[in-house]
């Protein structure tokens, strides 16, 4: 599903070195996790692979399904399945949160050649799907994001990433900011959306949601690259004894 | 409406904008009907100005006013205090009047209109319906219609070729028609109201206005009448180097109500042609009128070539308790705007809003706002303003608010927003507050923002485009003004919004 291999990339404004040679495969149907200390990358690797201006990438490739996926468009990227979880949602005064989620749901079927969902259709899904996440009719007709609590910006990038069912989910940090409940919640969302030809890259600092989210692979990155890569143990022996002993042993 | 309908309806509505998006070039209305055209000599003087008067078979105390409005004009200078720049008007080099020809023979008989008109109206979306009455079909007002009913007088250079669905609004004792009609056939109200409100010496452009204005529309709603549909004025330039200069008369009685809906349109030419407007507006007691504008005139190419310089002058006046003035506009074209739809709140407890979006893109200027004078004790007055600007554009907004020593109690709330787009545009707010009571109160609330990157990064990771997603984020910026918009219009301005800025990112 997801290939990445060997990828650099460095701030375009401050020449700075980010990802120094990262390689990381995750096969359809896995979750896949990637824990790390603050500054390693975490959150530009997110960035890149969704198309973020402001990174350019020195050397390496990302591809999805084996499509190179650092020449396409964010747009491009997301109608082939790709979406990015944000960890800090952005605001959009004025947009029905609806709106929002229909003209991106529309846009990506229109790129794909496929039609259009009516008004109707996208009613019926999204209010089952609004439902299960426990997010109130009143929720859906709001600003995009604006005014809603850390827990519901999370919800809310849930309810997106069920409404467009990408095949690659990418999410950054979702649990930061989330109460023990909203993490119960985001959580099975998540769940609910795994599948054989689905994969996930879990993006976190904590064990916890991986008490919830249960994942095949856990991968320890730190200063650009992965270090360590094994099973959901990994996960608690960095919740026990830090990243210390881990970095240590990289050097 | 349900809950449900109304979400539907709302979401078509972004569907749409995304289509019209992808299917639009650069300006969607640059065609020229070729239509014979009956043109008066270039230039303006008092023998043209008695032409104009002639050919409308206007009387003679019509033609006296005329008179008396160029010569005063003769005697006065254009203003230059607007932050406008444009090359000197050669008001000489000007066609003041213009018709199609197949209105002479046979003139204001609707079976005479030319097909290539109605084709005209069809690209200007103006409904089967009321094309087949435009077109004088046998039965037309019997015929289903789509959808709700607008009233259309549409105004084709010079002349207003026609009114439609003008039997039902008889019925209500509503007078719908063209301007010109109204002098002949309604002589004592256009005297009593013509000029009442903005008066023949206001100022350069409506003196000008006053002399040579060629048609426009007329509305009259009798005491306590509602009226029964929305009353539509489709103004047109079509012909080279003409001058568009109408007029329109709104009397709304005690206890009426109506909401009347003004589109404009131009083809795309390299040479700017002039436009000079007056609408007055007089509300009697506990009258509603409700105005609202979607410009879209051609506003000059990439490199700012061409384009309608517009030069409005736009007055309501609530005269009395209880009245009230609602103005909406969405300036999205001209090259030049030169527009402050104002409210006189003469009445005591009169009310006026104004809400603007004005988009300003490539070389546009625009300077607009409005004017708020508060007269009676207890008046209210609210301001919305969206100013968006792009490319090289300049946007201003222009205010007044004045609170005269006997408006004790008034009130205005003045809130204007300014969005840029690229780093080579600019946006001014030009507010003037002045209050001469004690008891009355002014806020005014500004804000300037740019159209944020995370914001178009958000929506572009979700699968929108770029253009998608600006004009998603401006039109959630111009929200609030695109509610004060009746539906149907609400639908066409969304759409423009997102024509208006193509280009303007990447």
């Known amino acids: 599903m997801l290939k990445i291999n060997n990828l650099h990339v460095k701030l375009e404004e401050e020449d700075k070195q980010i990802l120094k040679g990262l390689t990381l495969e995750v096969p359809a149907g896995e979750v896949h996790a990637i824990m790390g200390p603050n500054g390693s990358g975490k959150s530009t690797l997110s960035y890149v692979l969704s198309g973020r201006d402001g990174y350019e990438v020195t ?41 929002f989620l229909r003209t991106a749901v529309n846009a990506q079927r229109k790129a794909r050649g496929e039609a259009e969902l009516t008004a109707g259709e996208f009613l019926k899904e999204v209010r089952v799907k609004a439902a299960e996440l426990q997010i109130s009719p009143d929720m859906l007709k709001r600003p995009v994001n604006v005014g809603f609590s850390g827990g519901e910006k999370k919800r809310n990038e849930i309810l997106q990433m069920a409404m467009l069912s990408p095949r690659m989910c990418i999410m950054d940090e979702t649990d930061s900011g989330l109460d023990v409940d909203a993490m119960r919640l985001v959580s099975e969302g998540v769940n609910a959306l795994r599948s054989p030809d689905r994969s996930f890259l879990v993006i976190t600092h904590y064990q916890r949601l991986l008490d919830h989210i249960k994942p095949d692979v856990v991968h320890i990155m730190s200063n650009g690259r992965i270090i360590k890569s094994g099973g959901p143990e990994l996960a608690l022996e960095v919740e026990q004894n830090g990243y210390a002993d881990l970095l240590a042993e990289a050097d | 409406m349900t809950g449900t309908t109304d979400l539907e309806v709302r979401e078509g509505v972004d569907r749409e904008t995304v289509e019209a998006v992808q299917n639009m070039g650069s ?18 003087n008092e023998d043209i100005v008695r032409l104009i008067s002639e050919k409308n078979g206007e009387p003679e105390w019509m033609t006296d006013w ?59 979306g103006i409904p089967l319906k009321e094309q087949m009455i435009l077109a004088g079909v046998e039965g037309a007002e019997d015929a289903p219609s789509e959808g709700r009913k607008v009233a259309v007088d549409a105004v084709f250079d010079s002349v207003s070729v026609g009114t439609t669905f003008k039997d039902e609004l008889a019925k209500a004792g509503v007078i719908f028609c063209s301007i010109s009609e109204a002098i002949r056939e309604h002589p004592e109200l256009v005297k009593k109201y013509l000029g009442s409100v903005v008066p023949q010496s206001d100022n350069y452009f409506a003196t000008l206005n006053s002399a040579v204005f060629s048609d426009g529309s007329f509305v009259y709603i ?46 795309q030419r390299d040479i700017s042609q002039l436009h000079a407007a007056v609408v007055e507006i007089v509300i009697l007691e506990d009258a509603e009128v409700k105005y609202s504008t979607v410009q879209n005139w051609f506003p000059g190419d990439e490199e700012g070539k061409g384009g309608i310089y517009n030069f409005v002058t736009k007055r309501a006046d609530c005269r009395e308790a209880r009245a009230k003035i609602m103005w909406t506009q969405v300036e999205t074209g001209s090259a030049i705007t030169w527009k402050y739809p104002s409210c006189i709140l003469r009445g005591d407890d009169s009310q006026g809003e104004f809400y603007s979006i ?6 546009q200027q625009a300077d607009t706002g409005t004017k ?43 809130q204007c927003d300014s969005l840029l787009i690229g780093d080579k545009c600019g946006a001014h707010t030009v507010p003037y507050i002045e209050v001469k009571n004690n008891s009355s109160r ?56 997102a024509i208006s800025l193509e280009g303007s990112v990447g």
């Open chain 2, 442 to 497: 002014v806020e005014h609330e500004a804000t300037t923002s740019k159209v944020d990157d995370d914001q178009l990064f958000y929506c572009r990771s979700r699968g929108m485009d770029e253009e998608e997603a600006v004009a998603l984020v401006v039109n959630g910026f111009c929200r609030e003004v695109l509610q004060a918009l009746p539906m149907e219009f609400a639908m066409e301005a969304q759409a423009l919004v």
């Open chain 2, 27 to 44: 300006y969607k209305y640059g065609w020229n009907t070729e239509i014979e055209m009956e043109y008066a000599p270039k230039g303006v």
């Open chain 2, 358 to 363: 004005a988009i300003a893109n490539n070389w």
């Open chain 2, 372 to 414: 708020m004078i508060h007269l009676g004790k207890n008046t209210k007055s609210r301001i919305v303003s969206k100013g968006i600007s792009a490319g090289q554009a300049q946007n201003t907004y222009r205010g007044l608010v004045s609170m005269h020593p006997r408006a004790t109690n008034s009130r205005n709330y003045t």
């Open chain 2, 66 to 124: 005329r008179l008396e409005a160029y010569r005063r004009w003769v005697t006065m200078t254009e203003p230059k205090w607007a932050m406008l720049n444009y090359p000197e008007i050669d008001y000489q080099d000007q066609y003041y009047y213009a018709r199609p020809k197949s209105m002479e023979e046979k003139p204001r008989s609707l079976d005479d209109v030319d097909p290539k008109l109605l084709a005209t109206y069809e690209k200007l």
């Open chain 1, 59 to 99: 050397d390496g490739e990302a591809e999805l399904d084996g499509e190179d996926l650092l020449d396409m468009d964010p747009e491009v990227r997301a109608a082939a399945g790709l979406f990015l979880a944000f960890q800090y949602p952005v605001e959009i005064p004025g947009v029905g949160n609806m709106t």
């Open chain 2, 222 to 267: 009798p005491e306590g009448v509602r009226c029964p549909m929305e009353l539509s004025t489709y103004f047109r330039i079509n012909a080279e180097n003409t001058g568009q200069f109408e007029r329109t008369l709104i009397i709304a009685e005690k206890g009426s109500h109506v909401s009347y809906l003004e589109g404009c349109t131009a083809p």
